[in-house]
Every structure is written in structure tokens, then in C-alpha cells.
């Protein structure tokens, strides 16, 4: 059979990875505020024609960095950010024999629900 995804979860993976992913998710979105002042402070200093000023641009620069490094943590373990803001997430799994994602959103405390690869959150079942 094939399949789109290399790596599939078992509820029991993704539900062990809940902590971790939780505290790199507050992280990112923490990050990506800080990206966002830095992103305004810039815009703004560079459409008055000033020297954007080193310190601003290399924190800047670490900002970003630091997300690349926590959405690379994601991305090698094929685990996908549907919202960053309210922490959803997919994992790749086989459920029946078919491949589907479990959908897990920050706010939960146990893995539990499911949807096809492409109906999305809207339609997510609850796994059996």
C-alpha cells in the first residue's frame, strides 16, 4: 500500500511526545512575537532611511534562527503545524489500514481524535 507519509505514529508516540511538543509550541509562539516586534521596529527605521542599527538586526537574525531550529525539530520528525497560535498538530498515522493524521491541539491533555489526510480539523472523529 502506499502511503504519503514515511513515518506513522501510534497514539501512545504522539501521546509521549505531548509534553515536549507543548513546551517547543509556547516557545515558537513566543518566538515569533519577538520576530514580529523586530519585523516593525525594522520597517519602520528603514522607511525613515536610517542605519538600521547592528544590535536590532542580529537579534533579529537569532530570533529567527531559533524558530528555524524548533520548526526543524517538527519537520525531522514529520509532525505538522496546522496552527501555531493554537498549537494544533498532525501526526502521520494508520488507522483501519488507512493513513490519516491524529490531531492533538495544545489545549488537550491526550491525543484523541483523528481525520482524514484531507478533511482537516473540521472533521476529526474521536479514535475508538
Known sequence: MDHRYRKHYTREEAQALVPQLREWLTD???LRV???????????????GQDTGGDTVNRWIRTLAAMQQLLL???RRE??????SRGL?????????KEVFLCWESDEEVVEFWH????????REKID
Do not use: H
Request: proline share 2%.
Open 79 to 84: 509532525i505538522f503545524i496546522k496552527d501555531l
Open 28 to 30: 515558537l509562539n513566543r
Open 89 to 97: 498538530v498532525d501526526f502521520p498515522a494508520v488507522i483501519g489500514g
Open 116 to 123: 482524514d489526510l484531507d478533511s482537516g480539523f473540521s472533521g
Open 73 to 75: 525539530e517538527f519537520q
Open 34 to 48: 519577538e520576530a514580529e516586534r523586530f519585523d516593525k521596529r525594522l520597517s519602520g527605521i528603514n522607511a525613515e
